[in-house]
Structure formats: C-alpha cells, structure tokens
C-alpha cells in the first residue's frame, strides 16, 4: 500500500511560482513511475507531469517550459516546480503512484495519456489570482 501526501499548494499572482511536493510511504519509491494530476472547476481530472524510475520526465504542452517535476529517491519525495503560473493553471493537484514497471512516461502521465495510477494523493489547492 502506496501513501501519499501532497503539500500545501497555495495562491499566487500570474506570473509567479510555486513548489508542490509529495511525500510518498510504503514501496520502494524509486521504482514507481509517478504523476502530477490536476482537475480545475468544471473539467476533466488532466496529467500534467511524469516521472518514471529511470527519472525520465514528461509534460503535457499546456505546462512545458514552465513546469519540471523532479524526485528525491533518499527522500522518497517527488517534487513539481511551477513557474510562469497562469489563471488556467489554477486546479486541485494530485500526486500519484502506480508500481508497473519500465512502463515509461508520455504527454504528462506514465505510460500513456489518459492511464489510470494506482495510487493517489487527496490533493492540494492551486490558485492563480491577481
């Protein structure tokens, strides 16, 4: 059984940062391929980002360049730095885990878009507001 915990989110100005982390328990965390998830008002749960074990990342376009999630395997910790933030990109965010192995990651989430992950965080609030 995967726990996982997402920090605090926050609101902040357009244009400016934000750092999520989650803090996962209870697997081998460098094995997981992990994910960014977010759901604004209205819409449809998204993948926003990817990391699989090997540290390969991926991206869905709305967040390149602005975007880069990273991991602490000593830490058991994934991590997504948001910059450049937008209104649009105000949502709940996710993390997430699945245990499938070398399954790779594309367009934002492991394996494929739209993949469902085993495990999810309860999610943390995201606002983008001037």
């Known amino acids: 059984q995967v726990q996982l915990m997402e920090s605090w989110g926050g609101s902040v100005q357009p244009g400016g940062s934000l750092r999520l982390s989650c803090a996962a328990s209870?697997?081998?965390?460098?094995?997981?391929?992990m994910g960014w998830w977010r759901q604004a008002p209205g819409k449809e749960r998204e993948g926003v980002a990817a990391?699989?074990?090997?540290?390969?990342?991926s991206y869905v376009d709305s967040v390149k360049g602005r975007f880069t999630s990273s991991k602490d395997n000593a830490d058991n910790t994934l991590y997504l730095q948001m910059n450049s933030l937008k209104p649009e990109d105000t949502a709940m965010y996710y993390c997430a885990a699945d245990l499938a192995l070398g399954i790779g990651v594309s367009g934002g989430y492991c394996y494929k878009e739209g993949y469902d992950m085993d495990y999810w965080g309860k999610g943390t609030l995201v606002t983008i507001s001037s």
């Open positions: 209870g697997y081998t965390f460098s094995n997981l391929c």
């Open positions: 990391i699989d074990g090997d540290g390969n990342t």
